[in-house]
T-cell receptor, first 114, second 111 residues
Framework: GAGVSQSPRYKVAKRGQDVALRCDPI?????LFWYQQALGQGPEFLTY????????KSGLPSDRFFAERPEGSVSTLKIQRTQQEDSAVYLC????????????FGPGTRLTVT | KQEVTQIPAALSVPEGENLVLNCSFT??????LQWFRQDPGKGLTSLLL?????REQTSGRLNASLDKSSGRSTLYIAASQPGDSATYLC??????????FGTGTRLTVIP
């Protein structure tokens, strides 16, 4: 079926606003990952889900960042009270199996905080 | 923490040349290594995945090698084309459910 999709593709938020970023993984993929990519850098891990369970959130930079995947498919990354340093591309990836499997990435959401 | 380094940071070559991109990682206890391509404003496209037990993978004009013990991988691109222009990212999985990425090599192939 279709690949990983993300929405919105672009988001501009004023500092202090809350934002919600959506990820639709490949159908049937058990694992879902969120990464943050700052300009000129490689992606950095934020959090990982296996089905609906959030098994690793060690990469979330602060308690303003929250992710969920309530039914084990679509996931939402929420950022509260956005700050300028949150400006980045947020990438979602999914894979069939929990480990050692190829990850497939979505196009990303470019967040700009003004 | 796993550190992944890619050199060079940028590379410009004339069309038709063969080229090699380098990736090194500090912790050899990896599950696999992936090479990705990223076009401006777009997500990552997986090019090759090498499991830790493998030494190389090939797809078309691309060949990736892995030397786990020395913490190195190379991506070889044969007969480069302008359409190969993109940023190439190397990433390793340590089995902790996430990938560690390098900062990428920005490749420009000049027609």
């Amino acid at each position: 079926g279709a690949g990983v999709s993300q929405s919105p593709r672009y988001k501009v938020a004023k500092r202090g606003q809350d934002v919600a970023l959506r990820c639709d993984p490949i159908s049937g993929h058990v694992s879902l990952f969120w990464y943050q990519q700052a300009l000129g850098q490689g992606p950095e891990f934020l959090t990982y889900f296996q089905n609906e369970a959030q098994l690793d959130k060690s990469g979330l930079p602060s308690d303003r960042f929250f992710a969920e995947r309530p039914e084990g498919s679509v996931s939402t990354l929420k950022i509260q009270r956005t700050q300028q340093e949150d400006s980045a591309v947020y990438l979602c990836a999914s894979s069939q199996n929990p480990r050692a499997a190829e990850q497939y990435f979505g196009p990303g959401t470019r967040l700009t905080v003004t | 923490k796993q550190e992944v380094t890619q050199i060079p940071a940028a590379l410009s070559v004339p069309e038709g040349e063969n080229l090699v991109l380098n990736c090194s990682f500090t912790d050899s206890a990896i599950y696999n290594l992936q090479w990705f391509r990223q076009d401006p404003g777009k997500g990552l496209t997986s090019l090759l995945l090498i499991q830790s037990s493998q030494r190389e993978q090939t797809s078309g004009r691309l060949n990736a090698s892995l030397d786990k013990s020395s913490g190195r991988s190379t991506l070889y691109i044969a007969a480069s084309q302008p359409g190969d222009s993109a940023t190439y990212l190397c990433a390793v999985s340590t089995g902790a459910n996430n990938l560690f990425f390098g900062t990428g090599t920005r490749l420009t192939v000049i027609p």
